[in-house]
């Protein structure tokens, strides 16, 4: 059974740093691309990134580009977005989600987890 | 203002059929596939079509997508209570070389 289960979300002041994670279990890791996808608090899905099998490409919407940074470590299965300079619009919850192809390339997501919560206030 | 301009309601009562649009351009529908979510309240997305046709395996028959051009639809028939959730849908974008999201149709059983 596919798992992922995202943590590290939490309250930020205007201009911080965090890191979230993902933890997937249930299917070969490094044979797939990863997301995160966002929603804010009454809004709609928003893609944020995406990084490659190998990790050796990366997507990013243009909101968070310069920003953040997806990164994924085959050994431990794990997914991860380092989120700097936060903004109070970067509120949402983060879904990490399993991407049905190698490449990058895809909005084929055929597995997400439950979300971690990020809120951005003073 | 989502790339892909989907309808923000829609409605119907038990066992009716509804349609729900999904309207892009040349760069995203027009050249990719197109994925369909459902998210019920207060739950993660889930995949419902993808590859602007094909059911995930568990996903009734009653759900079908289609695609024509730079537009695609999803349809429900025989629509069920447990239906009433929010829908999505999504395509890369060759242009802005990234994933595209509707803004979502948030549908309603009377």
């Known amino acids: 059974e596919v798992q992922l289960l995202e943590s590290g979300g939490g309250l930020v002041q205007p201009g911080g740093s965090l890191r979230l994670s993902c933890a997937a279990s249930g299917f070969t890791f490094s044979s797939y691309a990863m997301s995160w996808v966002r929603q804010a608090p009454g809004k709609g899905l928003e893609w944020v990134a995406t990084i490659s099998y190998s990790g050796g490409s990366t997507y990013y919407a243009d909101s968070v580009k310069g920003r953040f940074t997806i990164s994924r470590d085959s050994s431990k299965n794990t997914l991860y977005l380092q989120m700097n300079t936060l903004r109070a619009e970067d509120t949402a919850v983060y879904y990490c989600?399993?991407?049905?192809?190698?490449?990058?390339?895809?909005?084929?997501?055929?597995?997400w987890g439950q979300g971690t919560l990020v809120t951005v206030s003073s | 203002q989502s790339v892909l301009t989907q309808p923000p309601s829609a409605s119907g009562t038990p066992g009716q059929r509804v349609t729900i649009s999904c309207s892009g351009g040349?760069?995203?529908?027009?050249?990719?596939?197109v994925n369909w979510y459902q998210q019920l309240p207060g739950t993660a997305p889930k995949l419902l079509i993808y590859s602007n046709n094909q059911r995930p395996s568990g996903v009734p028959d009653r759900l079908s997508g289609s695609k024509s051009g730079t537009s695609a639809s999803l349809a429900i028939s025989g629509l069920q209570s447990e239906d009433e959730a929010d829908y999505y849908c999504a395509a890369w974008d060759d242009s802005l070389n990234g994933v595209v999201f509707g803004g979502g149709t948030k549908l309603t059983v009377l």
């Open positions: 040349s760069s995203n529908i027009g050249s990719n596939n």
């Open positions: 989600a399993k991407v049905a192809a190698r490449t990058g390339t895809s909005s084929l997501c055929d597995y």
